[in-house]
């Protein structure tokens, strides 16, 4: 359950919303579970809030702190988050399915079991984020940073990572089949038990990491 009275200030005035917090001493926000649907949240400080289960679908994130925010479980479907940061977010379980993540700084971020088909994740930053299980089913993930990022067991089918930088990307038993890898740049990632049958990217076999 939100704290009423976090929520109170937060719809009361947006643009204030950093001064508010200030001055009520609101270090962990906590909107736990709340419809913040019809909120402008761009460019807001919502640094260790609390968004558990919160319903974010279409909202406008644009240039917002989400650092160390947990969205555990929250339905950001469609949710525009260009340019934000998520370092050390957060998004276990969260629904993201066509969010839009262009540009936006994921690097150490929890994704597990997280829904993303059909994200735009291009010239994203994933390093060394957590995409365990993680289902990215045509997700656009074309120029993005995936260095040391863990993809075990995620659902890749389709997804274009094109030009991507791939550096002990660890795929062990994910799902790349028919996802397209040209022009990737490949150094030392983790394949062991992957299935990529039709997957777009010359002499895969090459890159295995035993």
């Known amino acids: ?51 558990a289960g919160a319903d974010l ?66 010239c994203a930053n994933l390093y060394q984020a957590d995409l365990l299980g993680a289902f990215l089913y045509r997700a656009n993930l074309y120029k993005a940073r995936l260095i040391e990022t863990h993809l075990i067991q995620a659902y890749l089918l389709e997804a274009d990572l094109r030009e991507a930088s791939l550096y002990q990307t660890d795929f062990r038993w994910a799902i790349l089949s028919k996802a397209n890898l040209q022009g990737a740049e490949i150094i030392e990632i983790i394949l062991d038990g992957a299935l990529y049958k039709n997957t777009i990217l010359d002499n895969l076999d090459n890159h295995f990491n035993n």
């Open 1 to 51: 359950m939100a704290n009423s009275e976090h929520l109170k200030l937060l719809e009361k005035d947006v643009g204030q919303w950093e001064q508010l917090r200030q001055d009520h001493d609101i270090i962990n926000p906590d909107f736990t579970g709340a419809d913040l649907r019809k909120i402008d949240l761009s460019n807001v400080n919502l640094i260790n809030a609390n968004l």
């Open 57 to 122: 679908r279409e909202v406008n994130l644009i240039g917002a702190d989400l650092t160390g925010a947990n969205f555990d479980g929250a339905d950001l479907t469609e949710a525009n988050l260009i340019g934000t940061t998520c370092k050390k977010t957060n998004f276990r379980r969260a629904d993201l399915t066509r969010a839009r993540l262009h540009r936006t700084n994921l690097s150490e971020a929890n994704l597990t079991q997280g829904h993303l088909n059909e994200a735009d994740l291009s």
